[in-house]
């Protein structure tokens, strides 16, 4: 027994810390390995954003029903369309993104699925079976209660192996297939993209504000999605880049403050202004100025056909 305590202690001596160093006072200065490499199976695996890229609508899709479809299906010219390319049998990071997804729409109550827009998931794995879609569209379609159209409104598709890369590429997702563990290394990503199939807006990560989503979609649907508040709403707010978000813009804020405030003491003036117009006071001026301009005129009428008197007519006659 002490000989095996002996070489578990040697044996535990001699290993190094991964991932975080040692608080220990007699290992201060020691070396400390940290794990902050990327695998080599997933250093490529990311999303190279290419808005403006046009979705392939001639692409032929399979969805839940066994309805082979096209994805031209989904870009209908009038609502606005959430990507997201995931597969069924993902360990972890699918279900996350769908759940938080799931959730964010939930809370996003006025603008509604199959009404304003569309979501379209597409497997990446193209083993995937009819059954195993409708599986996993019943359980992220009952997360959205608030949106009576879920049903038909989002759709889980599948298709070939040519088809997947070819939309991947298309909308610069990359992946990896690992034959050992049968699984699929990939970002997280959704694509917004306009009723005629443009790409206008990414969102990478697994968190989705609502009204981030929101002003996405509104964005998207160019003018087509939201009402005029919605669009007054993106109009102040621009998308960074950096922050993956979208940011207020000062200027554009003042603007629209100084416009509303002109037109708000314009209209408070108003009634000041007509009022004034037809005061008493006005009235009576109005009424003595046209009586002065009468007065003179009868005056002057009258002096025009007054008859001469028997002298006038001597000059008058002297004067001819």
């Known amino acids: 027994m002490f000989v095996v305590a002996w070489m578990v202690l040697l044996v535990g001596g001699e290993s190094k810390t991964w991932a975080q160093p040692s608080t220990r006072a007699d290992d201060q200065g020691a070396d400390v390995l940290l794990n902050d490499g990327i695998p080599k199976g997933v250093e490529n695996v990311t999303v190279?954003?290419?808005?403006?890229?046009?979705?392939?609508?001639?692409?032929?899709?399979?969805?839940?029903?066994?309805?082979?479809?096209?994805?031209?299906?989904?870009?209908?010219?009038?609502?606005?369309?959430?990507?997201?390319?995931?597969?069924?049998?993902?360990?972890?990071?699918?279900?996350?993104?769908?759940?938080?997804?799931?959730?964010?729409?939930?809370?996003?109550?006025?603008?509604k699925i199959g009404e304003d827009f569309q979501l379209l998931s597409v497997s990446i794995d193209p083993t995937e079976t009819d059954q195993r879609l409708r599986d996993t569209k019943q359980r992220y379609v009952e997360q959205v209660p608030s949106h009576a159209?879920?049903?038909?409104?989002?759709?889980?598709?599948?298709?070939?192996?040519?088809?997947?890369?070819?939309?991947?590429?298309?909308?610069?997702?990359?992946y990896k297939y690992n034959s050992r563990t049968k699984e699929y290394a990939h970002p997280a990503m959704l694509a917004f993209v306009s009723p005629d199939g443009v790409i206008t807006r990414y969102s990478l990560g697994v968190a989705f504000p609502p009204d981030q989503m929101k002003l996405a979609l509104v964005e998207a649907g160019q003018g087509n999605v939201g009402d005029i508040v919605d669009q007054f709403v993106l109009w102040c707010y621009s998308y960074d880049p950096n922050e993956n978000s979208y940011v207020p813009q000062a200027w554009k804020m003042m603007r629209a403050g100084g416009l509303i405030t002109i037109t708000l003491l314009g209209l408070a003036l108003l009634p000041y202004w007509l009022g004034r117009k037809g005061s008493p006071s006005n009235v009576a001026d109005q009424e003595t100025h046209d009586g002065n301009v009468n007065s003179t005129a009868d005056s002057d009428d009258a002096s025009g056909s007054a008859p001469l008197k028997p002298t006038q007519w001597h000059l008058s006659g002297n004067a001819d």
């Not at 190279?48 to 969805?63: A, H, S, T, V, Y």
């Not at 597969?87 to 964010?104: D, F, G, K």
């Not at 997947?164 to 610069?172: D, N, Q």
């Open 149 to 174: 159209n879920a049903e038909e409104g989002w759709s889980f598709t599948r298709t070939t192996k040519a088809n997947v890369e070819r939309l991947a590429k298309e909308v610069g997702f990359s």
């Open 48 to 111: 190279e954003q290419r808005l403006g890229n046009q979705l392939p609508g001639d692409m032929k899709l399979i969805d839940s029903k066994g309805r082979k479809l096209t994805l031209s299906h989904y870009l209908d010219g009038e609502r606005s369309l959430i990507l997201t390319l995931n597969y069924s049998n993902c360990p972890m990071l699918c279900n996350v993104q769908l759940n938080q997804l799931a959730q964010s729409l939930d809370k996003m109550d006025d603008l």
